[in-house]
């Protein structure tokens, strides 16, 4: 039961890096426009600093444009200041009803600083993985030597907790293989 517990312990902390890395891979500009650009834009709503997609409609009509629809009209000012102050390296053009993000085309040096960016973000994704195995097997060590489990169901256990972290780093190189076509391409 308690090798079970470990196990299902392991996989959720896993999966939880997994998202992490996921959100922060979404977040970075690859030149075609993704609303997932902006989940990390905060606007200031009433003295209240709010994502922009909690006052706004975010849609992309082209793979170059991203068009932001604000529930208030008074909201632009503050919707345009935002993602000036954001790193995105964005201009937005707004007119009195939507705020309009054209995405410019990416240089291949700054593809390059991209690529390297996201492997950076995999990498630091790989080594929370690695974590969580050593806390994992630290923890069927713990369990073996009080003697709650034999070595041989800890040898299995820590097999187990190995394959599962086999499973989630190459699912972390599928992401960084996949966001690097996306960067790279033209």
């Given at each position: 039961?308690?090798?079970?517990?470990?196990?299902?312990?392991?996989?959720?902390?896993?999966?939880?890096?997994?998202e992490?890395?996921?959100?922060?891979?979404?977040?970075?500009?690859?030149?075609?426009?993704?609303?997932?650009?902006?989940?990390g834009?905060?606007?200031?709503?009433?003295?209240?600093?709010?994502?922009?997609?909690?006052?706004a409609?975010i849609?992309?009509?082209?793979?170059r444009?991203?068009v932001?629809?604000?529930?208030?009209?008074?909201?632009?000012?503050?919707?345009?200041?935002?993602?000036?102050?954001?790193?995105?390296?964005?201009n937005?053009?707004?007119?009195?009803?939507?705020?309009?993000l054209?995405?410019?085309?990416?240089?291949?040096?700054?593809?390059?600083?991209?690529?390297?960016?996201?492997?950076?973000?995999?990498e630091?994704?790989?080594?929370?993985?690695?974590?969580i195995?050593?806390?994992?097997?630290?923890?069927?060590?713990?369990?073996?030597?009080d003697?709650?489990?034999?070595?041989?169901?800890?040898?299995k256990?820590?097999?187990?907790?190995?394959?599962?972290?086999?499973?989630?780093?190459?699912?972390?190189?599928?992401?960084?293989?996949?966001?690097?076509?996306?960067?790279?391409?033209i």
């Open positions: 039961m308690l090798v079970k517990k470990i196990h299902q312990d392991t996989e959720q902390r896993m999966e939880k890096a997994l992490a890395t996921r959100r922060e891979l979404a977040s970075i500009r690859t030149g075609k426009a993704a609303t997932s650009l902006l989940d834009i905060r606007v200031d709503y009433y003295g209240t600093a709010v994502p922009l997609s909690q006052v409609n849609s992309a009509p082209d793979a444009l991203l932001i629809h604000p529930w208030e009209k008074k909201l632009i000012p503050e919707i345009v200041k935002a993602i000036q102050k954001s790193d995105l390296g964005l937005p053009q707004s007119d009195p009803n939507v705020v309009r054209p995405i410019p085309p990416l240089t291949e040096e700054r593809r390059r600083q991209l690529v390297k960016l996201i492997k950076k973000v995999v630091e994704g790989k080594v929370a993985i690695r974590n195995r050593r806390d994992s097997n630290d923890a069927l060590k713990k369990a073996e030597k003697k709650q489990i034999s070595e041989d169901e800890s040898h256990a820590q097999q187990r907790v190995q394959e599962i972290t086999d499973e989630h780093i190459k699912k972390l190189e599928e992401m960084l293989q996949k966001k690097e076509q996306e960067i790279m391409e």
